[in-house]
C-alpha cells in the first residue's frame, strides 16, 4: 500500500497524458508554450481569480509574491509555526524576519486571536515593522480568513494565502487560492492537484501585482525581450508540467468527490478511537493529509504496528517551525507556542488519496483500532 498512490491516478489517464505529451513533444515549445496559458486561464477560472501565474515552484511562487509587496529587511511576517518550512523560509530569503504565531488547536490553522497578539507583540518591541502575514489552508483546510482579512486590512498587512495544500478546499462557497492580496499553490506531485515534477502557481485579482509577478517568474522583464526592469527570478512551469496539470484538472472535481468519499469513511470508522479531522461549517477540505491525533506516547508504537501491517503512515509536522534549528537565533523556546507543540506531538497522517478504495480504507481502520486496544 502506498501513502499516496500516483501510480493508480497515472493509470487511470493514461491515455490523456500520452497524447497531451506527445503533443507538447510535437509542438517543441518547452517553454511557456500555449498550454502554459491555457492552464494559466484554466486554474484563474477554478480559483476564481483574475490572474493565475504559473511557476516553477510553491516556495519560489511565496517568495515572489514578497518580493513584489516590497518585503525586505526590518519587516516582520507573520506566520503559523505548525506548517512546512518553506511558508517561513521565503521570509529569510527575502532578509524579513518570521514572527511565529500559534495555531487553533481543532483546525491547525493560524489562530486569528494569537495573530493579533503577536501583531500587538511587534509593535511594542518597535524592531520589526509588521508587514505581511501568510496563513496556510494546513492538510487542505481554508484557514479562518473570515477573521483573518479584517485583521490584515487594520494593520496594513500584506496578506499571502498559502494554499499549497489547500487548492481545491474552500469557505463559504470561495475557493482557496482566492484569499488576500495574493495567494500561492504548488504543484509537487504529492499535492491535491500535483504535476509530474516542480511546479506552482501564483493568483491575484490585481492587475498591476499580476504584471509584476508575471515580470519576476522571469528574470524581472520588462515590456521588451532582454530589458529587465527589476531582480526578478528563473521561475516558470514546463509546458510539459502544464499539459499534465490540464489532464488532472479535467478530472479534479471528481478525485475531490472521491477525496470527501475517503475522508469521511475514515472518520465514520475512527471516530471515538481517535481525534479525527473536524471541517468547520462552510469549509470544504481537499484533504491534502488525513491526520489524526493520538496520545504523544502511543503514536511510535502505533506507526511501528501499522508498518509491520503493511500500512504507511506519516508525521506532518514533528518539530514546530518555532523550535527548528535554523530559527534558533529567534530565540524560540519550548513552552511559547503550546498549541503547534501539542499538535507535533500527537499528529499522524494516514494514506489518503482519490483512488483509495473503501475495503482498504476498513483494512486500515481495523489495524488502527487493534493496536489501540
Ligand atoms: C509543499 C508546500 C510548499 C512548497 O511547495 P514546493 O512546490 O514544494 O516548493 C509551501 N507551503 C506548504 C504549506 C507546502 O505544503
Known sequence: ?????????YEAYRAEFEAAMAGVL?????????????????????????F????????????????????????????????????????????????????DPVTYNIDPADLAAKIAAVGKAGRLAPKAVIPVDLFGLPADYGRLEPLAREYGLFLLEDAAQ??????????????????????????????????????????????????LRGHGQGDRRYEHVRV??????DTLQAAVLLVKL???PQELAERQRVAARYSKNLAGAVTVPT??????????????????????????RLKEKGVPTAIYYPTPLHLQPVFAHLGGRPGDLPQAEKASAEAMSLPFHPFLADDEVDFICGELRRCLR
Open 1 to 9: 500500500m502506498q501513502f499516496i498512490d500516483l501510480q493508480r491516478q
Open 26 to 50: 510535437a509542438g517543441a515549445k518547452f517553454i511557456l508554450g500555449p498550454e502554459v496559458g491555457r492552464l494559466e486561464e484554466e486554474l484563474a477560472a477554478y480559483a476564481g481569480r483574475r
Open 52 to 103: 493565475a501565474i504559473a511557476c516553477g515552484n510553491g516556495t519560489s511562487s511565496l517568495e515572489m509574491a514578497l518580493m513584489a509587496a516590497g518585503v525586505g529587511p526590518g519587516d516582520a511576517v507573520f506566520c503559523p509555526a505548525f506548517t512546512f518550512i518553506a511558508t517561513a523560509e521565503v521570509a529569510m530569503l527575502r532578509g524579513a524576519t518570521p514572527v511565529f504565531v500559534d495555531i
Open 166 to 215: 489547500g487548492f481545491g478546499g474552500s469557505l463559504g462557497g470561495q475557493r482557496a487560492g482566492s484569499f488576500g492580496q495574493a495567494s500561492s499553490t504548488s504543484f509537487f506531485p504529492a499535492k491535491p492537484l500535483g504535476c509530474y515534477g516542480d511546479g506552482g502557481a501564483m493568483f491575484t485579482d490585481d492587475e498591476a501585482l499580476a504584471a509584476t509577478l508575471r515580470s
Open 232 to 237: 526578478g527570478q528563473n521561475s516558470r512551469l
Open 250 to 252: 479535467a478530472h479534479f
Open 279 to 304: 471541517v468547520p461549517g462552510g469549509c470544504v477540505s481537499s484533504f491534502a493529509q488525513y491526520t489524526i491525533r493520538v496520545a504523544p506516547d502511543k503514536r511510535a508504537g502505533l506507526m511501528a
